[in-house]
């Protein structure tokens, strides 16, 4: 199939030919006038070879590749990728009698740049970062729903803040397919309230959901506190595992009504647990040193390397708060979203609050996204999830 094309500079073709999947505008040489955002075209090298398919848009990121083949990027194109990522998570046993709620698609993790999707039960909600995933969605909620054995017959598209607002596209967040039937999902045989309609992101973190399993076992006769706690998923695995206290902390009253609401579904009329709506610096400022386990999940911190600096500080002061205040003996499970902070400089900005406690301080774990969240080798910056499990003296 031959599509429109765009030529490349002199020697830009070699991250392509290390499978990278983006092309950025200063590697390009020719872009035809005729072509809108979200037109599939074929990359060609300046001595005219061709070396990929991709959707085009305006920006830094000028082509998302979606295929080094010669393939056409058809039904049949996104019903084979769809089946191979279901058919990951189904040999990583994620789709389960006790969990129906996981990544269908992590963008470029999964060979589909530009496209996320989560499924919470019967309902899948698709996400469009990408114009060419926009102009895709009605094909790929057809094969959602025909994918075997998953069960989809919901498709909500949810994009109106995803999209680039460049390209004018002019969204609405609303079902392809399908109709609202419950918000329900299980998560490791406890269940939550799934708001994809008016929630961040999708509606859930379903990321956390391995570092949640891991909090329950540390949980045990601890007073707990969950700041950031959004729809309150560490707070109801922590009762889970026995915690002798759970205090949930938002500044969001939505987000605390989402947490009450989901403590009461697993764990009704349980006085272990209480919420509150205030600011996170504020909260950790006013309280003593009874908490002997302190989740800090806050929301990203920096969405572009522009506010990179100031994102450090913000970890640096969260966490050398928390490191004021916890427990002796205490555990900190912390956390960064920020896909624009590495690995290495977010652990030194905990060590650096570390450091200005003057406490003895031990890392349990270092962690990352969970395997719903893939990595596609050839393309680093799908990682952005980082967090790590600290011991406190």
């Known amino acids: 199939m031959k599509y429109p094309e765009i030529t490349l500079r002199r020697g830009k073709e070699q991250s392509l030919q290390r499978l990278h999947p983006w092309?950025?505008?200063?590697?390009?040489?020719?872009?035809?006038?005729?072509?809108?955002?979200?037109?599939?075209?074929?990359?060609?090298?300046?001595?005219?070879?061709?070396i990929a398919t991709g959707h085009y848009q305006i920006g830094s990121i000028t082509i998302r590749i979606l295929s080094w083949e010669d393939t056409e990027i058809n039904d049949a194109f996104y019903r084979k990728r769809l089946e191979a990522a279901y058919g990951l998570r189904q040999a990583l046993r994620?789709?389960?009698?006790?969990?129906?709620?996981?990544?269908?698609?992590?963008?470029?993790?999964?060979?589909?740049?530009?496209?996320?999707?989560?499924?919470?039960?019967?309902?899948?909600?698709?996400?469009?970062?990408?114009?060419?995933?926009?102009?895709?969605?009605?094909?790929?909620?057809?094969?959602?729903?025909?994918?075997?054995?998953?069960?989809?017959?919901?498709?909500?598209?949810?994009?109106?803040?995803?999209?680039?607002?460049?390209?004018?596209l002019d969204p609405q967040n609303d079902y392809?397919?399908?109709?609202?039937?419950?918000?329900?999902?299980?998560?490791?045989?406890?269940?939550?309230h799934v708001d994809w309609l008016k929630g961040q992101k999708t509606g859930f973190f379903?990321?956390?959901?391995?570092?949640?399993?891991?909090?329950?076992?540390?949980?045990?006769?601890?007073?707990?506190?969950?700041?950031?706690?959004?729809?309150?998923?560490?707070?109801?695995?922590?009762?889970?595992?026995?915690?002798?206290e759970v205090h949930s902390v938002d500044s969001s009253a939505k987000a605390i009504t989402l947490t009450d609401a989901n403590v009461s579904l697993n764990f009704p009329d349980d006085t272990r647990h209480t919420s509150h709506v205030e600011d996170a610096f504020k909260y950790l400022s006013s309280i003593d040193d009874s908490y002997d386990l302190i989740i800090l999940d806050p929301p990203a911190f920096a969405k572009h390397r522009s506010a990179l600096k100031n994102a450090l500080i913000g970890y640096r002061k969260l966490n050398?708060?928390?490191?004021?205040?916890?427990?002796?003996?205490?555990?900190?499970?912390?956390?960064?979203?920020?896909?624009?902070?590495?690995?290495?400089?977010?652990?030194?900005a905990v060590f650096s609050a570390a450091a200005q406690s003057q406490r003895k301080v031990r890392i349990l774990h270092q962690l990352t996204q969970p395997a719903d969240h893939p990595v596609n080798i050839y393309h680093p910056e799908g990682e952005y999830l980082k967090g790590l499990i600290l011991y406190v003296e």
């Open 23 to 50: 092309v950025f505008s200063g590697a390009v040489a020719h872009i035809p006038d005729s072509l809108e955002e979200g037109d599939i075209v074929d990359v060609i090298t300046c001595d005219g070879r061709k």
């Open 320 to 348: 050398a708060k928390a490191f004021e205040k916890i427990a002796p003996g205490g555990i900190l499970f912390t956390f960064s979203c920020s896909q624009a902070v590495s690995r290495e400089q977010f652990r030194l």
């Open 206 to 244: 379903v990321d956390q959901r391995d570092n949640r399993a891991l909090l329950e076992k540390y949980a045990y006769k601890r007073k707990v506190l969950n700041m950031f706690c959004y729809t309150g998923g560490f707070s109801v695995y922590a009762l889970r595992g026995g915690a002798a």
């Open 94 to 168: 994620l789709v389960t009698r006790h969990n129906n709620a996981y990544r269908l698609v992590h963008g470029e993790g999964d060979f589909l740049p530009g496209l996320v999707i989560d499924v919470y039960g019967d309902t899948a909600v698709l996400q469009a970062h990408s114009p060419g995933m926009h102009f895709a969605r009605d094909i790929i909620a057809r094969q959602l729903t025909q994918l075997p054995d998953a069960g989809i017959r919901n498709v909500y598209y949810k994009s109106e803040t995803t999209l680039p607002y460049k390209a004018h």
């Open 176 to 192: 392809i397919i399908g109709q609202y039937s419950t918000n329900i999902a299980e998560e490791n045989g406890l269940k939550f």
